[in-house]
């Protein structure tokens, strides 16, 4: 990726981790057979279809045009044959029957940014272990890894990262092993020693505080007559407690740790609440009706730092729970922006008529023609993106998009902030397009900007095998000529700077692939196929109007590295993450996978070259960082793969 865009996007992923915690959208504080795998995917970060799941189109996918076998639209119309399969057991090696098993994309990605969109857990695929503790998830879209969601009455929630999920064939996950978990039990009173019945208590990690939402490892509990409230079977780890009940002050205790069974008891005492409320209101007193309005303490210990709500349809709003105090006040609505006052909104408990002003943001008009013919265009979908530079591609605001159906082909944006930016655009049978750049004044309104609409080129070319037999299948992706599959990447999705269309496409039964519509601009593409090597070619020019021709793609069966994992004391270990990656070269290239049940790994398909092999301690949710990184690093050995060789190596783990 270009030198400068990185530094600018991990300063702005700083940036909106800091704002996150402390600023206007959350609530919080700071804080037998070895496993078998293929190359990782090479795909950009996009919302995955599940099983059962639901998706939102891939941004700015192109047509894609082959043979009977290649299908538009991407692999979610594959018929896939692949499965995941495991076994849950207890520390005494029973099994598990009826636990709760969810396939989420969680925690699935290597690195997290505080944007990232969490999965929504009610429409993720879930099973229940049978009799013998066994689970199957089928037919689910391949991926690098999923995360594993486990929960049973009778033990502690586990999160566990699972292994590669191919298009075809089995995955066998090592074994789950379900624990005990820790108790927390306590009485809730009030300033006076009354016990307080009814009150709702919230136990979860730390991992989600600021982000502005339910955590998915959130558990609760109801206090009775007698003021007490229990929870069970708590995972290991630092938690954090929230109490509330009507009439009271929300109350937080952050220093809670749990060891594995053990029993702790925390009493809590709530304080009477108090509350600010007031308007949230534009030019002329007008109300912003669903504007969020949030309540920062200006000092606070145990009780709630932070609170907020949302204003009903006058811009009315009442923040009912604080303990007294002064708090800073912040609203926060789509398309406006909220008027700085000297001194801030600095605000005292037990008031109730504090007026919050905003003034509305600007209003984008324009229009989207065909290019050459001037005609325009009338159904299209356009969004904002952000202008970097000359002679730098732009990157996508937000997620946001406006879809758009005009005679005349107008468009009209509403709520456009301050900032330098560009338009982009894209309709069914036409290449993305983008908009000169401009700059937006606070507030001030801009017009006549154009986008125009063309063909866009295409790639096409066929992928065959090393004795030159056509693959058909293959997956075939095009992205912008220094994209590279990396964590870092895969992490920032879609504000990847890039003018290059993302789209992808199959293999015919011929192997032959066309991929149309896509913008004139500098390209690679990368192909994968089950049981083959991966394919990565850059300066591929697409031209308006014109194919330009791959060739043939020869993918190679590749090599194999296998070994057994031992721990500190000399024994295999189970459910190990070992790790693969390029040792040379510009191509970042990495293989994952686990360890078995006999500790054993096997990473097939693997590209010949020289490699560094590294292992760690089993993950999740439990693990702790620093000792799976001194894994990593005291583990690492250096392997060489040859095509059609395999490569024996075990791997030693030390305290």
Known sequence: MRPLLVLVLVLAAIGALLFAVFGIDSGGKPPEVAPTVTEAPVTPKKPVQLDGGSTKQPDRVASSASNDRAVAGGPTAIALDNQLTGLVRNPQGAPVAGAEVILSTLNASEMFFVNDPLPDHSKEPRARTNAEGRYTFAAIQPRDRYTLILSH?????????????????????????????????????????????????????????????????????????????????????????????????????????????????????????????????????????NALVIAIGVSSLNQTGRAQTTTNENGEFCLESLAGGDYNLIANAKGWRMVARGGGNRVATNTSNHVVEMLPEATLTGRVTELGSGKPVTSFTVRMRVHYGPGTPSAPYNEETFPQQHPNGEFSIPGVPAGDFVVEAWAPGLAPGFSRNFTIEAGQPMSGILVQLGKGGSLSGRVVDAQGKPIARAKITTH????????????????????????????????????????????????????????????????????????????????????????????????????????????????????????????????????????????????????????????????????????????????
């Not at 009507?246 to 008891?265: C, D, H, I, R």
């Not at 049981?531 to 591929?540: A, C, P, S, V």
């Not at 194919?547 to 296998?562: F, N």
């Not at 054993?600 to 960082?625: C, H």
Request: aromatic content about 6%; hydrophobic content about 30%; proline content about 6%.
């Open 480 to 655: 912008d000529n220094e994209w590279s599959d990396d964590a870092f990447t895969q992490a920032i999705g879609i504000t990847y700077p890039t003018n290059a269309t993302s789209a992808e496409t199959r293999s015919g039964d011929d192997g032959r692939f066309t991929i149309t519509g896509l913008s004139p601009e500098a390209y690679q593409i990368n192909v994968i196929a089950p049981g083959f090597t991966g394919f990565m070619r850059r300066d591929l020019r697409v031209t308006e109007g014109v194919d330009t021709p791959v060739g043939d793609i020869k993918l190679g069966r590749g090599g194999i590295v296998r070994g057994t994992l031992y721990d500190a004391s000399g024994k295999p270990l189970v459910g190990g993450s070992v790790e693969l990656r390029i040792a040379d070269g510009d191509v970042p290239r990495q293989y994952q996978t686990r360890t078995s049940s006999e500790g054993k790994f096997q990473i097939s398909n693997v590209m010949p070259g020289s490699y560094i092999l590294t292992a760690m301690r089993p993950g999740g949710a439990e693990a702790n960082p620093f000792s799976q990184a001194g894994d990593a690093r005291n583990s690492e050995t250096r392997v060489n793969v040859d095509e059609g060789g395999t490569t024996t190596q075990d791997l030693h783990l030390t305290d």
């Open 153 to 289: 009455p009778d033990y502690s929630r586990k999160e566990e990262p699972t292994i590669p999920v191919g298009e075809t064939g089995s995955a066998e996950m090592p074994v789950i092993t379900l624990t005990p978990g820790a108790t927390l039990t306590g009485r809730v009173r009030n300033e006076a020693g009354d016990f307080v019945q009814g009150a709702t208590l919230h136990l979860e990690g730390f991992s989600y505080q600021g982000l502005g939402i339910v955590a998915p490892d959130r558990v609760t509990s109801t206090t009775d007559a007698e003021g007490n409230y229990r929870f069970k079977n708590v995972a290991s780890g630092p938690r954090y407690l929230q109490a509330t009940a009507p009439g009271y002050a929300t109350m937080q205790v952050l220093n809670l740790t749990f060891e594995k069974e053990e029993a702790v008891v925390r009493d809590i005492t709530l304080k009477i609440a108090e509350g600010i409320c007031g308007r949230v209101v534009g030019p002329g007193n007008v109300g912003v009706p």
